[in-house]
């Protein structure tokens, strides 16, 4: 695997909202190396929810245009409270070279039980011919602003920040791994059906 800090969000980065939250974000890569054509290779990674899906944690995800998605993933605090971070993303392709997804503000009302806070994530997948099939260079980054629960606002700002940065990369890392374990499974899967 390899882990690398690539990409940069092109744009704006999320406001902050009032009242006391935990800013975090993060950034990871993995190279994935496929023994099939690019235009198989890149015709999987299309499929925007089946990839998503992959992500730990994933709750759900779906369309609500022809080039929007939703994406929810679940979090616990580690102090019983569930949580959710919605990501609305846009995708932009270039066919056979790139798929990008970016962070937009026009996804429907959220009606989601619990706590949801909203987030920003980017993601790119680079697509190149090799000798034996496809390399992607497949990178994700995210920031989110993560209302503080109950109790532990009563912790100094400073340690809840601290903890959050070390837990998002941990968080980070198990993204990626988990990402590339499922479509290294599921891609060759795929490929044999197709």
Known sequence: ??????????????????GRYIELGGEASYHFRLTAPLDLAYEYFCDIPAVLRMLPDTLE?????????????????GHGHSMAAVFDLAVRLAPGEAIWLEPV???????QNGST???ALWAEAIFQPNRLGTDVAYSVAIEMHIPIPGVLRLMPQSFLQSLGEKTM??????????LAR??????????AQA
């Open 182 to 191: 499922g479509v290294h499974h599921d891609f060759d899967v795929w490929a």
């Open 117 to 119: 806070f909203g987030g």
């Open 105 to 111: 503000s026009d996804g429907p009302p959220l009606r």
């Open 169 to 178: 990369a941990v968080k980070m890392s198990q993204m990626i791994d988990g």
């Open 61 to 77: 995800v779906r369309a609500y245009a022809h080039d929007r998605f939703r994406l929810l993933v679940g979090a616990s605090d």
């Open 1 to 18: 695997m390899h882990m690398s800090q690539q990409l940069h969000p092109s744009s704006a980065t999320l406001r902050a909202p009032s």
